[in-house]
């Protein structure tokens, strides 16, 4: 079973092994959203199903919504629902993959063990590592799955609420890493939430550190010397991820997962709902 990351070479040997699989692409573009279905329907790994963050990974009805943010969580029912609708099983060994860095793929990744699915995998490299590997490819709409017998399980990560994160904002007993990149974690460009600036006492490692500069991510000791010299004194358990939306924030959760340093918290509703929160203090630095 892959939990955190898997191969190129990995996925390919499940491929032909005729283990229960299914590969999804959350290829995704947010600045231009129909354009990520339209990028998988020209090119993605064959056999693979897309799956959208605003229309899969997302809700902005209010009734089904978990929490506030550019991209609500969807309750946990609703998204079973969904993983049922692709062909997910209770043994169904999920891999997930966009073109992006592995930014969007990994909102999937950490809603299925969200869901208490452990089986589900980033495909490190993403798209551009498979296709340097040769790895088949296929366009167009894939044909559906049967739907799947996936059930709701005991949830395998932590979700914290924005009363929670304001709860603990000074008693020490949480550590929150902003996944945003430093302009816009110290407020100096907002180009998508109406204040700008970061959760006061909150850290910043952007996201995309994760990687090398091949675009897979670092190695396990490299990660978790970069984790352990950003944390300083504070111990890993207290650290709570977020970022603009609560995607992003993901591949920060995954790196010290494959660092050795535990599954840590997210706050999905991160910054977009932190700001739009009347009487919550901001902060520039």
Known sequence: MFTTLISVAQLQSMQTSGAPLLVLDCTFDLMNPPAGYAQYVEQHIAGAQH????????????????????????????????????????????????????????????????????????????????????????????????????????PLVKLVTTAAVSAHLNDGTQTLIDARGAPRYRGEVEPLDPVAGHIPGALNRPFNNNLNADGFFKNADELRTEFTALLGSAKPETVVHHCGS??????????????????????????????????????KS
């Open 51 to 154: 799956a959208d963050l605003d229309k899969h990974l997302a809700t902005h009805d209010p009734a089904l919504r978990v929490n506030g943010g550019r991209h609500p969580l969807p309750q946990r029912e609703v998204f079973a629902a969904w993983l049922q609708s692709v062909g997910v099983n209770q043994d169904t060994q999920v891999v997930v993959y966009d073109r992006n860095g592995m930014n969007y793929c990994g909102r999937l990744w950490w809603m299925l063990k969200w869901c208490g699915h452990d089986a589900v995998a980033v495909l490190d490299g993403g798209l551009q590592a498979w296709m340097n590997a040769s790895g088949a490819l296929a366009s167009g709409a894939e044909a559906a799955h049967a739907p799947g017998n996936f059930a709701l399980r005991e």
């Open 246 to 283: 609560g995607v992003s924030a993901v591949p920060n959760v995954l790196a010290m997962e494959v660092a050795g340093l535990g599954r840590t918290a997210l706050y999905a509703g991160s910054w977009s709902e932190w700001c739009n929160t009347p009487g919550l203090p901001c902060e």
